[in-house]
C-alpha cells in the first residue's frame, strides 16, 4: 500500500482543516492581544501557524493539494513582506521535497513496471529519494549500462488523489485567495485540472523531454536530460548534478542569480521557437544551475510533464502587441486585444486606459536590462489588486482567452522567480531574438535574411 492518502474521506477532513485552522487561529490571536501581546508580535506568530500548517498538508497529500502549493510558492514575492516571510520557507519547501513514500511501496511499483528482474537494470539504486513532487518521487540511481539516471516512480493512486483535491480546493478558493493579493486561485485551479491527465502520463512527458534533449543538445546555454526507459508509472532519465534554483534564490551570489534569471528568460522564449513546446511548470524545483567548461553557468531543465503544445511557437500577436504598446500605439494595440478575444464584444474601453493598464506590467521589456525584485513585484500585485485601483477596475473587464491561459500562467509564474533570485536581465535582447512579432516585419526579415546568409 502506498502512503499518499488515497480516501476520498481522509484526504477532504485533511484539507477541510486548512479553514479551520485559519479561524481557530484567529481566535486565538485575538485572545492574545486581549492578554496584552502587540498586533505584530500575534499577526507574525498566526503567519508562521499558517504556514507550518499549510506546508504540513499540502506536502503529506502530494497529488492536487502539492501541485497547488508549488504553484502558488512562485507567487510568494507578491505578498508584503511582513507577510512573505513565513510562507515563503514553507511554500518554497514544497519545490524540492515532501514527504517520501515508503520503500516497499517504491520496489513495488518497480516490480509491477519494470518486472521482478528489475534490480538488474541498474548497477545501484538508492531508496532514499533524492526528491519527491506532487505525483511522485525521483531516486538516483546507475543504469546497466553505467550511465547515472533519475528514476521517477508515480505514486500508486495519484491521479485520484490530483482530482479530489483540486476538486476540494476549489471549494476553499475564497479563502485561500488572500494569501496571494490581486491573484484569482480559482482559474489557476481549474487550469491544473484540466492539465492532471497529461501530467500522470509518463508517455507524454518522455516525448516532451526528449524532444527539448534533442533540440538543446550541445546547447551551450541549456541542459536538458534524455530520456533513457519509460514505461507506465517509471521514467528513467538522465542524472545532472547542479545547484537547486531554490538554493540560488536563498544563497546564491549575484552572479548565479543574474546568470539563472537569463538563462531562464531565454529558455522560455527560446523553447517554444524551437520545439513547438512550451514548458508550462516554472518553479524552481524544476530548474538548476550547472559550471559549464568556461567557468560559467549553464541552466538545467528538469520535469516536462506539463507542456503547450505550440505547433506556430508562441503566437505573433503577443510579440506585435507588446511592441506596439511599448511604442505607444493604444488604438492599435486595442483593436488587437479586440481581436484576439482579451476584450469581449460587449464590452468597450478607452484605448489609452488600457495603454495605461499595461505599460507598468511590460516595463522590463523598455530597458535594455531591467532588476526584477519582490518590491516591483508587490507594487504590481497592489495595483492591480486593490479594488480602489482604476488599475483594478479595468483588469475586471478584460479576459483571458484559453488559448492564452497557460502562456500567461507561465509568463506571470516566471516573472515570479526572476523576482524572487532578484536578477538583472536583458529581457528585451531575449524578446527581439526569439518572440515572433516584437521586431517589426522588415526588420525581422532582414535579419533572417542575414542568418541564412551565415
Not at 195 to 220: C, K, N, T
Not at 304 to 316: I, K, M
Not at 350 to 359: C, Q, T
Request: with cysteine; glycine share 10%.
Amino acid at each position: 500500500m502506498s502512503d499518499l492518502p488515497r480516501k476520498a474521506v481522509t484526504r477532504t477532513a485533511k484539507l477541510a482543516a486548512l479553514p479551520i485552522g485559519f479561524a481557530g487561529r484567529a481566535t486565538w490571536g485575538l485572545g492574545k492581544r486581549i492578554g496584552g501581546k502587540s498586533a505584530e508580535i500575534v499577526g507574525r506568530e498566526l503567519q508562521q501557524r499558517t504556514a507550518e500548517q499549510l506546508f504540513k498538508v499540502l506536502g503529506e497529500l502530494k497529488g492536487g493539494a502539492m501541485k497547488f502549493g508549488q504553484a502558488l510558492s512562485v507567487f510568494e514575492s507578491a505578498l508584503p513582506e511582513e507577510v512573505a516571510g513565513p510562507y515563503r520557507a514553507a511554500l518554497t519547501k514544497l519545490q524540492e521535497a515532501a514527504p517520501p513514500m515508503p520503500t516497499r511501496t517504491v520496489h513495488g511499483v518497480l516490480e509491477e513496471r519494470l518486472g521482478k528482474e528489475w534490480p538488474e537494470l541498474f548497477l545501484e539504486f538508492e531508496d532514499k529519494p533524492s526528491a519527491a513532487a506532487s505525483i511522485g518521487q525521483v531516486h538516483h540511481a546507475v543504469w546497466h549500462d553505467g550511465r547515472e539516471v533519475a528514476v521517477k516512480v508515480q505514486y500508486p493512486g495519484a491521479g485520484e488523489a490530483l482530482l479530489a483535491d483540486l476538486t476540494q480546493l476549489s471549494r476553499f478558493a475564497r479563502l485561500l485567495g488572500p494569501l496571494i493579493p490581486g491573484m484569482d486561485i480559482k482559474p489557476l485551479i481549474a487550469e491544473l485540472r484540466d492539465r492532471v491527465s497529461e501530467e500522470l502520463d509518463y508517455g507524454l512527458e518522455a516525448q516532451a523531454q526528449q524532444a527539448h534533449a534533442d533540440e538543446f543538445a550541445g546547447d551551450p546555454d541549456v541542459l536538458v536530460p534524455a530520456v533513457v526507459h519509460q514505461c507506465d508509472q517509471v521514467l528513467v532519465t538522465e542524472w545532472i548534478d547542479g545547484i537547486p534554483m531554490s538554493e540560488v534564490i536563498a544563497d546564491g551570489t549575484q552572479e548565479q542569480r543574474d546568470r539563472a534569471g537569463q538563462l531562464l528568460a531565454r529558455f522560455l522564449f527560446s523553447g517554444p521557437a524551437r520545439t513547438r513546446l512550451l514548458h508550462a511548470d516554472p518553479h524552481p524545483g524544476n530548474f538548476r544551475l550547472l559550471p559549464d567548461e568556461k567557468g560559467g553557468w549553464r541552466l538545467g531543465v528538469l520535469d516536462f510533464g506539463t507542456v503547450d503544445r505550440l505547433p506556430g511557437g508562441l503566437p505573433s500577436t503577443i510579440g506585435a502587441s507588446l511592441r506596439m504598446t511599448l511604442d505607444g500605439e493604444a488604438e492599435a494595440v486595442y483593436e488587437m486585444l479586440c481581436e484576439e478575444g482579451f476584450v469581449k464584444e460587449s464590452i468597450e474601453l478607452e484605448p489609452e486606459a488600457v495603454l495605461d493598464y499595461l505599460l507598468p506590467i511590460i516595463e522590463p521589456a523598455q530597458a535594455d536590462e531591467f532588476t526584477f525584485s519582490r518590491g516591483w513585484m508587490r507594487s504590481q500585485a497592489a495595483r492591480v489588486g486593490d479594488p480602489r485601483s482604476p488599475a483594478y477596475q479595468l483588469g475586471k473587464r478584460l479576459n483571458l482567452p484559453p488559448a492564452y491561459l497557460l502562456i500567461h500562467r507561465v509568463t506571470l509564474s516566471t516573472i515570479g522567480v526572476l523576482c524572487q533570485l532578484g536578477a538583472t536581465v536583458r529581457l528585451r535582447d531575449e524578446l527581439e531574438e526569439w518572440l515572433p512579432g516584437f521586431l517589426p516585419e522588415e526588420e525581422s526579415t532582414e535579419e533572417g535574411e542575414q542568418a541564412s546568409e551565415a
